[in-house]
């Protein structure tokens, strides 16, 4: 709980700063109620360093030497948007597996065992990290 109350205060803090200070110049005094977009928003301002997107598959070639006309994503593999690197969402995680996958995500761990997972991972829209670190991320 005490991890918890500390996340609680960095995320507020983050909620509550001016957006000439990279906040996000709410008013952390009103609830977001059922409005999500704001909680996410919020989680997204303050892990937007540790976001990651679905890591696109190499183009295929068709046996005539031409490129496939569709986009495919590589299944259940993300880019971090910070480094570049393929990882995984962790197996306990419940977004492991979705169907359909999470375009983007934040997450709070790294871990590297054979492969490099990412843990405490929320699934959030690519375009909020433009609009919650505009300093960090342009379009």
């Not at 996000?24 to 360093?49: H, P, Q, R, V, Y």
């Not at 070639?61 to 990882?87: A, H, I, M, P």
Request: charged share 20%; net charge positive; with cysteine.
């Amino acid at each position: 709980m005490a991890r918890a109350f500390h996340i609680r205060q960095q995320l507020e803090s983050i909620c509550s700063r001016s957006t000439e200070k990279n906040g996000l110049g709410m008013d952390t005094t009103l609830s977001c109620g059922k409005n999500e977009e704001t909680f996410f928003k919020g989680i997204a301002a303050g892990l937007f360093l540790q976001a990651a997107s679905r890591a696109k598959a190499a183009a295929n070639v068709d046996g005539r030497g031409r490129s496939g006309d569709l986009q495919q994503f590589q299944r259940g593999r993300y880019r971090t948007l910070l480094g570049n690197e393929l990882v995984s969402i962790h197996p306990n995680s419940t977004l492991f597996q979705r169907n359909p996958a999470p375009a983007c995500v934040v997450y709070t761990e790294l871990v590297t065992t054979s492969k490099t997972y990412i843990r405490g991972v929320s699934q959030i829209r690519e375009e909020w990290l433009y609009e919650v670190a505009p300093n960090f991320y342009s379009k």
